[in-house]
């Protein structure tokens, strides 16, 4: 799904804005929030994943997606999944980080391989990509799919990276919670950077309109609380669900069943009906493994946890 070399085909523009998240974490209403900033208003040139791509997916040929971001004059926004640590940091490049309860995003992800064709993804990676340069093992056979309790014990317990010299073994399924949280750190550990900033799911459902304006301050806007009132009822989950062949990213690829369950209602604490409570306890354990006290308040809390502003230059 995803190659971090594809980066070394575009040439950075001054301003422009990379938003790097794990999956399921807030990358699409980030991206609108942007979208509303850079643009004054709900109206795109085009849809947003070709607005704002996702550079590192493999599925579409990577010298089509650099020539349309080449053509932009807007203010280019640039969507990815990859850690900071797999990308050059430039200096005239403003790089946002969003972060999510790691249970949520992975139930959200759960939801999201149900919607996906993966047979399409499958064509459309070998129609792009030659055959020497493909990642990854074969799709999987139909009917080979993990049950959700199987699916959540495999991210509890799954590594990050493989060890030195193992070589590449991607996450299956809905990934591992060592590999979101090794993200998440990648980003708390550069927060004291001048051109990086984090940003939470749970401090957009808090305030939208307190964390619009944020945004766009790190962005170098000025932006009025009202103007932001009036943006932000265009970020909401029921608007950009009636925009989704806008608003959703790859609708321009096909790969969605649906394009509108995209943007499934998926509250805090869900993960709550998929965890038993060996896996509850389980989950507390590990997650203790992998990451520090401060940066796992705000994974799971945002601000409300450990305001990352705060606690910049430790």
Request: aromatic share 8%; with cysteine.
């Amino acid at each position: 799904m995803s190659d971090n070399l594809r980066w070394d085909a575009l040439q950075l523009r001054e301003d422009d804005i990379v938003i790097s998240t794990p999956p399921k974490c807030g990358m699409t209403w980030t991206q609108r929030l942007v979208s509303l900033i850079v643009f004054d208003g709900p109206d795109l040139p085009g849809p947003l994943s070709t607005v704002s791509p996702w550079l590192d997916q493999t599925i579409r040929p990577i010298d089509e997606v650099v020539a349309v971001l080449d053509a932009q004059r807007h203010r280019r926004f640039i969507k990815t999944h990859t850690p900071l640590d797999g990308l050059v940091l430039d200096d005239r490049v403003t790089y946002i980080c969003v972060g999510r309860d790691p249970r949520d995003a992975a139930v959200s992800m759960l939801h999201q391989t149900t919607n996906m064709d993966n047979d399409r993804v499958r064509a459309l990676h070998e129609a792009a990509v030659p055959p020497r340069d493909r990642l990854g093992p074969p799709a999987p056979e139909p009917g080979n799919c993990y049950p959700p309790i199987e699916e959540f014990r495999h991210w509890l317990e799954g590594p990050a990276l493989p060890p030195p010299g193992v070589g590449f073994a991607p996450p299956k399924g809905i990934g591992t919670l060592a590999n979101v949280i090794d993200q998440f750190g990648k980003a708390w550990e550069r927060r004291h950077l001048p051109n990086v900033a984090l940003f939470h799911y749970a401090d957009y459902q808090a305030d939208l309109v307190g964390e619009m304006v944020r945004l766009a301050a790190v962005l170098g806007y000025e932006l009025s609380h009202e103007r932001a009132r009036d943006l932000a009822r265009y970020a909401t989950l029921g608007e950009m669900r009636s925009r989704a062949v806008q608003v959703a990213p790859n609708t321009t690829d096909g790969i969605w069943y649906s394009d509108a369950q995209f943007f499934r209602r998926g509250g805090n604490g869900e993960w709550q009906e998929y965890f038993s409570y060996a896996e509850y306890r389980r989950y507390n354990h590990r997650i203790n493994q992998l990451g520090a006290p401060d940066l796992l308040a705000w994974a799971h809390e945002g601000r409300r946890g450990c305001d990352p502003e705060l606690t910049r230059n430790r």
